[in-house]
């Protein structure tokens, strides 16, 4: 059975950081583009990140660029996303999304919609 789990989630101050890790299990991630993705209360779940299934595409929604870094290691079938400079802003449950990549896929373009797996999320909060 496919999940994904995500991890590293807290209370932190504004300025702060907190790195989140999302661990494939029942499947291999070599092969996925994984993107992540928040919610906060009230509000849709909107794009975070995305990263294409070797690494060499990354991409970010504005508010977070150059805040924010998404890696993945497919050894160890773990994405990470890192995150620095933390905003109120950024509280939000985090979700882990994973879709196969084909050779048709463009990363660029995917959302929401384009991911089949989900994890059940980490809370982070900003606050002082």
């Known amino acids: 059975q496919a999940q994904l789990v995500e991890s590293g989630g807290g209370l932190v101050p504004p300025g702060g950081s907190l790195t989140l890790s999302c661990v494939a299990s029942?499947?291999?991630?070599?092969?996925?583009?994984i993107g992540w993705f928040r919610q906060a209360p009230g509000k849709e779940r909107q794009g975070v990140s995305l990263?294409?299934?070797?690494?060499?595409?990354?991409y970010y929604r504005p508010d977070v660029e150059g805040r924010f870094t998404i890696s993945r290691d497919n050894a160890k079938n773990t994405v990470y996303l890192q995150m620095h400079s933390l905003k109120p802003e950024d509280t939000a449950i985090y979700y882990c999304?994973?879709?196969?990549?084909?050779?048709?896929?463009?990363?660029?373009?995917?959302?929401?919609?384009?991911?089949?797996?989900w994890g059940q999320g980490t809370q982070v909060t900003v606050s002082s």
């Open positions: 029942g499947f291999s991630l070599d092969h996925y583009v």
């Open positions: 999304a994973a879709e196969f990549e084909s050779e048709h896929t463009i990363v660029a373009e995917m959302s929401r919609s384009d991911f089949g797996s």
């Open positions: 990263i294409s299934s070797s690494g060499s595409e990354t």
